[in-house]
Nanobody, 118 residues
């Protein structure tokens, strides 16, 4: 059973920074891609950023140039550095991982709340 454990959420003022971490635990062959999505009340879940095991990244348009995703796949961990935070970044941030095992399967974390005050 694979589990994703997130940390680093919290309350920050607009213009501030936060760093999220997510670690995958369990028994599996390897990780194909890890990343972050977010969901604000009344909105659909949207892409924040993902990074492949090869280092390729993809960002949502609203966070480009402010957020940076990085990974340490030796530790099965992904990080999200969030700078210049805005009130509209307030959401629950979910870690996701596509795991390679007997079959490829995607997993989600429980989510961590990020609140940006104006």
């Amino acid at each position: 059973q694979v589990q994703l454990v997130e940390s680093g959420g919290g309350l920050v003022q607009a213009g501030g920074s936060l760093r999220l971490s997510c670690t995958a635990s369990g028994t599996f062959f390897s990780i194909n891609v890890m990343g972050w999505y977010r969901q604000a009340p009344g909105n659909e879940r949207e892409l924040v950023a993902v990074i492949t095991s090869g280092g390729s990244t993809n960002y949502g348009d609203s966070v480009k140039d402010r957020f940076t995703i990085s990974s340490d796949y030796a530790k099965n961990t992904v990080y999200l550095q969030m700078n210049s935070l805005k009130p509209e970044d307030t959401a629950v941030y979910y870690c996701t991982a596509n795991i390679r095992d007997r079959v490829d399967r995607s997993y989600w974390g429980q989510g961590t709340q990020v609140t940006v005050s104006s």
